[in-house]
C-alpha cells in the first residue's frame, strides 16, 4: 500500500517562499513520473507540476518560473520549492503519481496572505 505524506505548508505573505515535501513508502519514486497538484475551494484538483522518471518537468502556466518540482531519490521524497508566492496559490497541495492512481495523503495547507 502506497502512503503519501505531504508537509511543509504554512501561512507566508505574497512574495515569500515556502518548501513542500511529499513523503513516499511503498513505492520507489525513482522510476516514476511524480506530480504535484492543488485543490481550490469547490474545484477540481488541478495539476502544478511533473517531474518524470528521467528529469524531464512540467508547470503550470501560473507557476512557471515560480516554483520547481525536484526529488530526493535515496529518502524517496519529492519536493516542491515555491517561490513569489502569490494569494492564488492558496490552496492545499497534494502530491502522487502522475495518473493520480496511488491513494491521495492529506495534502499541507498553503496560504498566501499578508
Known amino acids: 500500500q502506497v502512503q503519501l505524506v505531504e508537509s511543509g505548508g504554512g501561512l507566508v505573505q505574497p512574495g515569500g517562499s515556502l518548501s513542500l515535501s511529499c513523503a513516499v513508502s511503498g513505492s520507489d519514486i525513482r522510476d516514476k513520473t511524480m506530480a504535484w497538484f492543488r485543490q481550490p475551494p469547490g474545484k477540481e484538483r488541478e495539476l502544478v507540476a511533473y517531474l518524470t522518471n528521467i528529469d524531464n518537468t512540467y508547470y503550470a502556466p501560473s507557476v512557471r518560473g515560480r516554483f520547481v518540482i525536484s526529488r530526493d531519490r535515496a529518502k524517496n521524497t519529492l519536493f516542491l520549492q515555491m517561490n513569489m508566492l502569490r494569494a492564488e496559490d492558496t490552496d492545499v497541495y497534494y502530491c502522487?503519481?502522475?495518473?493520480?492512481?496511488?491513494?491521495w495523503g492529506q495534502g499541507t495547507r498553503v496560504t498566501v496572505s499578508s
Open positions: 502522487n503519481i502522475v495518473t493520480r492512481q496511488w491513494p
